[in-house]
């Protein structure tokens, strides 16, 4: 049979309908949550990733603000306008799109937000929580997504072996501290492309997050019959078959959904929920900045 889909379309709709309340108890008490989102440069997958933002702002009813600026902008002059962001009382939450121009320091201008308006939940301070076992910060969107997206399944995770491919600070790293954490209680496995016979690593995993950023990589051979997998990968394929000549691929092979008991499609799965988690972190920050918190 083929592997049931974790749809994230349908979850992301639910986190959404729950948005919308939370939203509405905030605007009658006088607080409407804002984002800030800045983009630099004219890459094209960038600006329709923010535009997908600004459009979810507008159904929940959240305050956008939307900065662009042109890839030629100094790296100083990016500072300048995180710091007056960082100083505006009525901002919840501050996102820098990535990717940034070569010559600017992604890591280093992230870590000047402010960890309470850090809704992309990439702060050091934010992330050192969730190396403590805490999850009272603003969490990292795309694992928290994953997270959210599992729990919408069903998927009860004590006790199953986890393996997250990929080790990067946004994705792979929150995504294995997650899957272990109390309450989840999976026993995890991050790999990598250094890791001794790969496939034989992913196909012991009862859960595989594919987070790799190689499209197709993961085969169908590598993973256990049965297995849950959830694909985070979104890559551009060269496709002459198509009218626009590429098509979107994900970071695992299609043939998978053969062999998986669940699998997220590309687009469709991780993709709503990292957006729908940022929403909810921005809804977050305006609750604890203005309301005293709700966790």
Known sequence: MPAQRLDGKACAAEVEAALLERVKTLTANGTIPHLAVLIVGDDPASHVYVNSKVKMCERLGIRSTHIALPATTTEETVRQHVAALNQQEDLDGILIQSPLPDHMDEEALTDLILPSKDVDGFHPQNLGRLVQG????????????????????????????????????????????????????????????????????C????????AVGRAEMVQASWVKPGAIVVDVGINRVDDASRERGWRLAGDVSPEVEHVASWLSPVPGGVGPMTIAMLMENTVRSAESRHVGGTE
């Open 203 to 210: 196909a012991e995993a009862d859960v595989l997050v594919a």
């Open 134 to 201: 805490r999850r009272d910060g603003l969490l990292p969107c795309t694992p928290s997504g994953v997270m959210r997206m599992l729990d919408w399944a069903g998927i009860d995770l004590k006790g199953k072996r986890a393996v997250v491919l990929g080790r990067s600070r946004i994705v792979g790293m929150p995504a294995a501290l997650l899957l272990a954490a109390r309450g989840a209680d999976a026993t995890v496995t991050v790999a990598h492309s250094k890791t001794e016979d790969l496939p034989s690593v």
